[in-house]
């Protein structure tokens, strides 16, 4: 699957919000080239139906712009979480179309309305008990790529100053003082390794993503 531009932080992608707002149309062309890693992740969950993932990117691509264009960001939710249903009900009337997926779909069927008048299935239901499901997929998906900016960028003392520093692999977490001691070394110096190291990971994640 082709490389995406990482996700907006909170500030920038409210930053863009406020300015499509007032009609600018780069601020919209930005959330949307900065949200389809989110489209290749939901495109993931249908990736062994009759269609190919760039069609289904390009469908999915669809949702994610009519998300832009409806995201009300007064309600307090992140545009992931909205354009996540968004991709999803757009790549489901596709499959809709296509009889032999109606089991697959059935969930997706409306059961009822919710308070605010809009149309509620029972995966949304379901989905009430999985807190913040899409964003754990971008966070799980963020982890392997630190793990695999550290295997990569790291130098050996690199490596043990950070793994110790934040408890990687499962290990306790130790202060500069205490991993400076360990390492024979001064706790400036630990700072520094530290400081360099992160902007290596940093570098690589951007490399990686």
């Known amino acids: ?93 596709l499959l809709r179309a296509h009889k032999k997926y109606s089991k697959e779909v059935s969930l997706y069927d409306p059961i009822g309305v919710d308070k605010d008048g809009e149309s509620v299935s029972l995966v949304d239901v379901i989905e009430m008990e999985t807190k913040d499901t899409l964003e754990d997929m971008i966070l799980d998906q963020d982890i392997k790529e630190l793990y695999g900016a550290f295997e990569t960028c790291l130098k050996p003392t690199e490596k043990q100053v950070v793994r110790m520093r934040y408890g990687l692999f499962g290990s306790k977490e130790y202060t500069q003082r205490e991993i400076a001691a360990v390492l024979g070394i001064s706790r400036s110096y630990v700072s520094r390794i530290e400081k360099k190291a992160v902007e290596k990971l940093r570098a690589g994640m951007e490399c990686l993503g």
């Open 1 to 93: 699957m082709k490389t995406f531009l990482k996700p907006l932080s909170a500030h920038e992608e409210r930053e863009c919000l406020e300015r499509l707002k007032e009609g600018d149309q780069e601020a919209r062309a930005a959330l949307i080239e900065h949200n389809m890693r989110l489209v290749a992740h939901v495109v993931k969950k249908y990736q062994y139906t009759d269609y190919e993932t760039e069609d289904l990117l390009s469908v999915g691509t669809i949702g994610l712009i009519k998300a832009v264009n409806t995201f009300n960001m007064d309600r307090g939710s992140r545009l992931a979480t909205y354009a996540a249903k968004c991709v999803e009900n757009e790549i489901l009337m």
